[in-house]
């Protein structure tokens, strides 16, 4: 349903058309939808939602367009709201709401509101603070008859059934699927059926370390416990994929230099963009200053032999290129779990061995392309042998430096429990460029006697 | 249980003790263990996995494992392992398997055998290729009491009841969940309870658009249908988390210059690493022969005046940290569905916005820099304030470039069907690094009359 349509039926009040259409519409789409009007016709849409998607709705919209509706909101809208929201998506608008409609928010929370602040106290990037504690659990004792009663008698939508959870005394014992539930006989006993086999999280356990898990045991619900073991909530698939997704693009951001955000691109301000790539770009032109000061340092051969100026540029380039294909490789690793601390040794041979074929090859393919193309072809002057084998040479230093440089940078941010993401490309690529000018004018003032 | 304990148990022939470990561990852990160890003691071991895990195990297990074990299975022991795997992880392994080993598995497959030609023939990327053909179909006439019979009698534990789908004549008319199943009294009509909101793909649908529902819809399952609109499959949302992570690794690899793999980094020897890392170094390295030529041909002005060399790396540098600032946050906009080929004057102006922003502040913060740092604190010689002009310009004009070519190239590729992440860094580093150099000389020759 395009924007129009909505226009053009708010125009002519035709409500209970709306009202039917919105019935028909998944509610993600509605929430995709709804922030294209104004703030005046956003409230009247909302209200227009049908109520068993009202909380589903509101829960898909931005920040932006909550706070409109949260203080459009009667008392008794905000307290159907606060009813029908799951707790962890409760925490998550709380999180992002001015004071003022924080206040109202808990004030309409109920007896809701104990559970809100246990989940608002743990760190932000804790399994704590991802969790609901929205879930269905069983004493051991139970029988799959009475089990099925109480699941029946409880009735909710608003909770997953698909994994229940076997608790006795606060402890998790085990869990059974609904699959179990409806397959097994009625008179069975929960002990006697139920998967003793555990997955579980603590409430302080990082959340990218939460997701790692998911994609690992392919489980649809991950357990919280707390410091005691007792069971405290659940985390489902759906925030584990929005974990991942946000580490991706955090690692995507870092790596470019830019200071990471979780905002959409098409509703960034230009103003802000540029707030969070200037630091960077800043940083990273004042460290230029180094090879500045060593290409003034070789002045004196650059004038003498000015050809050598122009590999200046492709050296670097493929210093900086050779370096981020190792960094990426390791950092990436480290965070999706493939590497750790321990791998340092390993890696570092690794890339010692990468680095010497690739440096190797790239070295004899430039010394012919030096001789056939810049020689022979397009006749460049100060080209000769000499100069190419220079070239060719530092090369080969550069490569290797920059490999290992870029594997270990990143190993070694992460044993000091810094971010491995911040050691990438740029960062590295100004140690390389300043080590392969060095390399290049130690090696040309050995070969090349004029100078 | 490291991997000692189990060699010691091995060596004392202690093998039902090693059958009550496997009994508490979970697959995915057994499957993490066993390539540890060599062939024979692998094939050992995995004979020691409990019925009811062995397929599970092997369904982690890594190719080469795989194959191993396959050559080495008897026939009954081929036929239980295709008895019990899921039909889409059969194909996963059939996929990477020898010819050999495919005929074997296909002789055993049974009844299977259809469905998994059927799932063989969709293309590599598609959802046809992700699905799985087991799932729970109800008939919409059926009562809840119907399909908990159908349910309880099927009895299987290798097909999720999470969602079950209703379909007539092999059209998908709705689903319901097992909270539905669980909670509706038994004589209410399924058509009556089920849920006519459906997200659906076809078999051809692309996975990363599938992933991306996935993550739009936060729903666990999603149903598959082919061209004439029947229902064939459904995708479970860990193959979405997998293909997630595939593809930012892909972009992360692709970005990087390096040929995309999926083979863990620790497995992969330096020969393979180097074959996927030379082809972009040889080609980038043979690109910056333009650069060369460039400043090849502005000889005389560098050798009058070498200060100016001292600065082409810190220009360069920028101009490619500028670049791929926009690059990536394109390129990543576009993998997550956040920006559309539609979206490409939007991207224009506000990158065109940002750029000035950030061009003109460089220049500011450089100009600075190279008459306080370079002139008066180290004194460089031929630093003036036509110089560092010179410098202050060329930056702000190559980051304005740099940032509107970062944004543009993705864009275009994807507008010829090309895939945006290979328009990267690397690539645009090439072009701003040219464009740089011209400008710069441009506005030299412009303002130094000497030269």
């Known amino acids: 349903m395009t924007k129009e349509v909505f ?13 039917s259409i919105f019935d028909t519409m998944n509610p993600v789409d509605t929430a995709v939808l709804l922030p294209e009007f104004e703030d005046k016709e956003l409230v009247l849409l909302f209200r227009l939602i049908p109520k068993e998607n009202a909380s589903m709705v509101f829960t ?16 008794k809208e905000m307290q159907f ?14 999180d992002e709401m001015p004071a003022n409609v924080v206040v109202r928010m808990l004030a309409a929370a109920g007896d809701k509101r104990e559970a809100i602040n246990t989940i608002l106290k743990y760190p932000e990037d804790s399994a704590g603070s991802l969790m609901t504690l929205e879930y269905i ?33 606060h402890k998790l014992l085990g869990t059974i699927s609904a699959m179990d ?15 003793e086999n555990l997955i579980t999280v603590n409430t302080l356990t990082d ?40 580490e991706a693009e955090e690692d995507f951001q870092k790596m470019a230099a830019i200071a990471p955000t979780d905002k959409p691109y098409l509703k960034t301000s230009a103003f802000e963009l540029w707030k969070n790539r200037i630091p960077w770009l800043v940083l990273l032109m004042l460290s230029a200053t180094f090879t500045g000061m060593i290409i003034s340092s070789f002045e004196d051969a650059l004038s003498k032999l000015v050809i050598l100026t122009a590999y200046i540029p492709m050296l670097m380039g493929t210093g900086g290129n050779s370096g981020s294909q190792s960094s990426v490789t390791v950092i990436r690793g480290l965070s999706v779990g493939e590497l750790d601390v321990k791998d340092v040794f390993s890696v570092l041979w690794k890339e010692i061995r990468v680095s010497v074929l690739c440096g190797v090859s790239l070295a004899v393919a430039c010394f012919v392309k030096i001789i056939l193309i810049d020689g022979m072809l397009l006749n460049t002057a100060g080209v000769t042998h000499t100069v190419a084998l220079v070239v060719a040479l530092t090369l080969c230093a550069t490569v290797i430096c920059a490999k290992v440089i870029g594997a270990i940078l990143p190993l070694g941010a992460k044993i000091l429990k810094l ?25 040309a003032k050995t070969f090349i006697s004029s100078i």
């Open 7 to 19: 226009e053009r039926l708010l125009s002519e009040k035709q409500y209970k058309a709306i009202k």
């Open 60 to 75: 898909y919209l931005e920040p932006e367009e909550q706070q409109v509706l949260l203080e459009a909101f009667t008392d």
């Open 81 to 94: 709201i606060m009813d029908e929201m799951f707790i962890d998506d409760t925490v998550d608008v709380i």
């Open 137 to 169: 659990s069983l004493h051991p004792t139970m029988t799959i008859g009475d089990a099925l009663q109480k699941i029946k008698s409880r009735g909710e939508d608003s909770v997953t059934v698909n994994i229940c959870y076997v608790i006795k005394k």
């Open 181 to 195: 539930l409806l397959t097994c006989d009625d008179d069975e006993k929960i002990i006697d059926v139920m998967d």
């Open 207 to 246: 959340k990218e370390e939460v997701a790692q898990l998911f994609d690992k045991y392919d489980v649809l619900t991950i357990p919280v416990l707390d410091q005691e073991n007792c069971m405290v909530g659940i985390i489902t698939v759906d925030d584990a994929i929005d974990v991942i997704q946000e």
């Open 419 to 443: 971010d491995p993401a911040v050691m990438a490309s740029p960062f590295i690529t100004t140690i390389v460029d300043a080590v392969s000018l060095l390399v290049y004018f130690g090696i």
